[in-house]
T-cell receptor, first 109, second 114 residues
Framework: GQNIDQPTEMTATEGAIVQINCTYQ??????LFWYQQHAGEAPTFLSY????GLEEKGRFSSFLSRSKGYSYLLLKELQMKDSASYLC??????????FGSGTRLQVQP | DGGITQSPKYLFRKEGQNVTLSCEQN?????MYWYRQDPGQGLRLIYY???????QKGDIAEGYSVSREKKESFPLTVTSAQKNPTAFYLC?????????????FGEGSRLTVL
């Protein structure tokens, strides 16, 4: 089976840094994705990791450790518009992504 | 502009009725997907298709049906056999090889059963 775990909710302050963790146990692994989803809208792609290490893209970075089944999304210089749900998804090798339940991030002034 | 179009955006139906959600893409993607999202939940895979005239069941296919007669189109029918159809439905597409590509999502269809 496939199991992807993320914290349900997180709160952070504008201008701060927040780390959203994701652990996974899947039957195969062909990459891990992070998506952002604002309430009532479609998810939008943030990052993709297939090899161990850190991928940086502006204020967003994503880390992967395949041996630990672990990833995190790091958001720097938080802005109010970053309040959203963040979805961790794994490609287990069957050519369709399996999603976690998402982490709802609230950024406070 | 290239993208994915879902319609209708909002849909109400009575119990016992079938309803079809439309999904069209002009990104020239081979693969298309249907996901369901319930309040406060992640996305669950209903069906996916890697190529025209072929599709595979996802994790929650019971009560749903699809067709893939054209590369651009992947309609989803929610049948009366689906016990709890009220949800947000998302269609997505990608290159066939997800190893290098990402999912592109439509804006979603919100179905409410009265």
């Amino acid at each position: 089976g496939q199991n992807i775990d993320q914290p349900t909710e997180m709160t952070a302050t504008e201008g701060a840094i927040v780390q959203i963790n994701c652990t996974y146990q899947t039957s195969g692994f062909n990459g891990l994705f992070w998506y952002q989803q604002h309430a009532g809208e479609a998810p939008t792609f943030l990052s993709y990791n297939v090899l161990d290490g850190l991928e940086e893209k502006g204020r967003f970075s994503s880390f992967l450790s395949r041996s630990k089944g672990y990833s995190y999304l790091l958001l720097k210089e938080l802005q109010m518009k970053d309040s959203a749900s963040y979805l961790c998804a794994v490609n287990p090798g069957r050519r369709a992504l399996t999603f976690g339940s998402g982490t709802r991030l609230q950024v406070q002034p | 502009d290239g993208g994915i179009t879902q319609s209708p955006k909002y849909l109400f139906r009575k119990e016992g009725q079938n309803v079809t959600l439309s999904c069209e893409q002009n990104l020239n993607h081979d693969a298309m997907y249907w996901y369901r999202q319930d309040p406060g939940q992640g996305l669950r895979l209903i069906y996916y298709s890697q190529i025209v005239n072929d599709f595979q069941k996802g994790d929650i296919a019971e009560g749903y049906s699809v067709s893939r007669e054209k590369k651009e189109s992947f309609p989803l029918t929610v049948t009366s056999a689906q016990k709890n159809p009220t949800a947000f439905y998302l269609c997505a597409s990608s290159n066939r090889d997800l190893n290098t590509g990402e999912l592109f999502f439509g804006e979603g269809s919100r179905l409410t059963v009265l």
